[in-house]
């Protein structure tokens, strides 16, 4: 079966049609006012700006004088083909390795940006997430022409590069502190801040805070909404950094638990990490909530099979793709957004551990 035409958008056919009629040489001099060119293309004037500001950039027309454009220059005969019609999705991980709610909005936003025209291309590559990434980053944005790129678990080091570069990004995930890039990202902060005054709430005065020891903006906030929660409390809260494995995971619980007084509650970061604790509390024959209380700041849907249920904070995946995609089409189609972060706010789902 063949794969259906991609739908142009109203922003990138109402530019066609201007280039085109810009190089019949329709207009001398000066566009007409937007008031004409909305009723001429039957589009409305948010839609005609995106469509000039693009034109714009191209060289094409130049900016507003007395409520007029000026005509610069014909648009080129390949301005069609010029214009990248493929977003790029930048991972350090396949998409095998990735948690099941990445895998869910991933596989939404490639519908929706098809929906719009787009295609996009998902390319691993762990060289450009380490520490000096610029040479990888730059090999691959010279070859791969993307309108935009979506940045998925990415590094203080790359969000900058690709700002010094003004190679156009939108980060799947929180920027580093310092960095303006348009993003998209759950509210890690605030979630973390609301499960642990819940357990406080609960009678729980040593809480602690299993979180990877990553460069992540969502894991940074995490633990930074986790402390703001103790402000006006005298409960104790402590934060347990961990490499990611299962061992790690394990050898960073074990070591809470020696502690005197050890923690009487858990929140955990990433939902996979959330398993080998409650696994590895039962298997130390502790029982949850009477032990211990857990609470996963993440969902995936194997948590529904895990006796007993666990506690925790539940997104969804095609709202995340939905917000992400609109951020997406923006900027391919006009070259600019909104910097403001995007953060929603997952919903408590209460279990048997806490």
């Not at 010029?82 to 095998?96: E, N």
């Not at 691959?140 to 690709?162: E, I, N, Y």
């Not at 347990?240 to 005197?260: D, F, M, W, Y």
């Not at 009477?290 to 995946?317: M, N, Q």
Request: net charge positive; with cysteine.
């Amino acid at each position: 079966m063949h794969a259906v035409p991609p739908r142009p958008s109203l922003i990138t056919h109402s530019a066609d049609f201007l280039r085109e009629a810009l190089r019949s040489g329709e207009w001398e001099g000066v566009l007409p006012s937007e008031r004409t060119l909305c009723t001429r293309m039957r589009i409305s004037r948010p839609t005609l700006r995106a469509v000039l500001g693009q034109l714009e950039r191209e060289g094409v027309i130049g900016a507003v004088v007395n409520k007029r454009r000026q005509i610069l220059a014909a648009p080129a005969s390949v301005g069609r083909a010029a214009v990248s019609r493929m977003i790029a999705l930048l991972t350090p991980v396949p998409q095998q390795a990735m948690p099941p709610f990445v895998l869910f909005w991933v596989d939404a936003l490639r519908e929706l940006l098809a929906e719009a025209g787009y295609q996009m291309e998902v390319h691993v590559s762990p060289h450009c997430f380490t520490g000096k990434p610029a040479g990888g980053l730059k090999k691959l944005t010279q070859r791969v022409p993307a309108a935009a790129w979506v940045l998925f678990r990415s590094t203080p080091v790359m969000q900058r590069w690709f700002i010094e570069q003004k190679v156009p990004a939108i980060i799947a995930g929180s920027c580093a502190d310092g960095v303006e890039i348009p993003s998209v990202d759950l509210d890690y902060r605030a979630t973390c801040r609301h499960a642990a005054t819940m357990l406080m709430q609960k009678g729980h005065r040593r809480i602690a805070l299993l979180l990877p020891d990553s460069a992540h903006g969502g894991d940074a906030v995490s633990a930074q909404g986790f402390r703001e929660a103790f402000a006006t409390s005298d409960a104790q809260a402590c934060v347990l950094p961990h490499h990611e494995t299962a061992e790690q995971v394990i050898e960073s619980l074990n070591g809470a638990l020696k502690r005197k007084p050890a923690p009487t509650a858990f929140l955990v970061a990433r939902s996979i990490h959330t398993l080998t604790v409650v696994t590895h509390l039962l298997r130390l024959g502790y029982k949850l909530p009477g032990d211990f209380a857990i609470v996963s700041r993440d969902d995936d849907a194997f948590l529904d099979h895990v006796v007993p249920k666990v506690t925790r904070y539940s997104a969804d995946a095609a709202k995340f793709a939905k917000r992400l995609a609109r951020l997406v089409l923006e900027l391919a189609q006009t070259g600019h957004t909104s910097t403001k972060p995007v953060r929603l706010m997952p919903d408590l789902r209460r279990g048997e551990t806490a």
